[in-house]
């Protein structure tokens, strides 16, 4: 299948360990921000959001963080799973419709 | 229930060939997102459409990418005289409303021009 974020900085957990992953966005006036988990051969999956209103936000296993102030964004992922080891995008939404994405961070989860 | 789908998932074209890629979004999704992903990056904004009406087209790269929404429910996007740089996975995604409301993604088209 396809192969997603080549070469992209990647974070390596063991199974079991909490894991952060970080973005820096780029557009001071985005008021919604998203984390998606991407599998090989496969489209961005929704994780979880926030607006920009709030500066913590918690699912199942995962919290996202916003600091507006340096416009940084994280995503805390407890009790990393093998399942879990994906390639991760945030995206920002700056009064438009459309969305802005980054980067991405590879994940991969050791046993 | 059914998420976004889109057809054909792979597509092989030789340079010149036009090509039309499909997307359906989830039943009732007024807005649909038309998404560009080279290898290794993360997705591009191409267009997007609410209902029928094409609200904005300023990610498309040039005058051979083209999207329709005739009937405010399926799109479809079609490249003319298609060239090796549109080689890419094209991803359709789909919201509920518009304005921030949750995008969902399909799993994208991966075409290959030759």
């Known amino acids: 299948g396809e192969s997603v974020g080549l070469h992209l900085p990647t974070l390596s957990v063991q199974e079991g360990d909490n894991s952060i992953i970080n973005c820096a966005y780029s557009?001071?006036?985005?008021?919604?921000f998203i984390w998606y988990k991407q599998e090989s051969g496969k489209g961005p999956q929704f994780i979880i959001d926030?607006?920009?209103?709030?500066d913590k936000r918690q699912g199942q296993r995962v919290t996202v963080l916003l600091n507006k102030t340096v416009k940084h964004l994280s995503l805390q992922i407890a009790a990393t799973q093998p399942g879990d080891s994906a390639v991760y995008f945030c995206?920002?939404?700056?009064?438009?419709?459309?969305?802005?994405f980054g980067t991405g961070t590879r994940l991969q989860v050791f046993p | 229930g059914a998420g976004v789908s889109q057809s054909p998932r792979y597509k092989v074209a030789k340079r010149g060939q036009d090509v039309a890629l499909r997307c359906d979004p989830i039943?009732?999704?007024?807005?649909l997102f038309w998404y560009q992903q080279a290898l290794g990056q993360g997705p591009e904004f191409l267009t997007y459409?609410?209902?029928?009406?094409?609200?904005?087209k300023s990610g498309l790269p040039s005058d051979r990418f083209f999207a329709e929404r005739p009937e405010g429910s399926v799109s479809t996007l079609k490249i003319q005289r298609t060239q090796q740089e549109d080689s890419a996975v094209y991803l359709c995604?789909?919201?509920?409303?518009?304005?921030?409301?949750?995008?969902?993604f399909g799993p994208g088209t991966r075409l290959t021009v030759l």
């Open positions: 995604a789909s919201s509920l409303g518009g304005g921030g409301d949750t995008q969902y």
């Open positions: 459409f609410q209902n029928e009406a094409q609200l904005d």
């Open positions: 039943s009732g999704h007024v807005s």
């Open positions: 557009n001071s006036a985005s008021d919604y």
């Open positions: 995206a920002e939404s700056p009064h438009t419709d459309k969305l802005i």
């Open positions: 926030i607006r920009s209103n709030m």
